[in-house]
């Protein structure tokens, strides 16, 4: 009769190194095109919205010496002074995705040219709790936010 040994797969610990965000961005991207495809790119996202640099070991030399943040709604990656960015896009997409389902239209302000997102829309449904400090604005994917106006 054959044992079944419970070892589990030790993985050697990351080394905390200098490591850019373009580094980070990199691993990510990478660990995005390999991953299953039923499996979320958000699992590397942890409550905090840091990120699991265990799971992306196969593609990054370490552990970055800063803080990096990234969203869970648009999965963009952030500096530690733009935590507070990461976590406003977060309450805002979600307000704005609820939004579209509830009302089936958008929630820009009327006739502005860079479809800005209204707050006072999302107010008005109770969707926000309270009023980011930045605009946002709605880009031509798949109903995305971003922060950075555009031309």
Not at 119 to 126: Q, Y
């Amino acid at each position: 009769m054959w044992k079944k040994k419970n070892k589990k797969a030790v993985q050697p610990s990351l080394e905390v190194k200098e490591l850019s965000i373009q580094d980070v961005r990199k691993a990510v991207h990478a660990y995005a095109d390999n991953k299953p495809n039923k499996v979320p790119l958000s699992v590397i996202i942890k409550q905090d919205l840091t990120i699991d640099y265990d799971l992306l070991s196969p593609y990054i030399e370490g552990i970055p010496q800063k803080t990096y943040y990234m969203s869970r709604e648009t999965y963009e990656i952030f500096e530690e002074e733009d935590f507070e960015l990461a976590q406003e896009i977060d309450r805002v997409q979600q307000a704005v995705d609820l939004y579209i389902q509830q009302s089936e239209d958008m929630p820009i302000i009327d006739m502005d040219p860079y479809k800005r997102i209204s707050f006072f829309k999302l107010e008005r449904l109770h969707l926000l709790s309270e009023r980011p400090t930045r605009d946002f604005y709605l880009t031509d994917e798949e109903f995305m936010i971003s922060y950075k106006k555009p031309e």
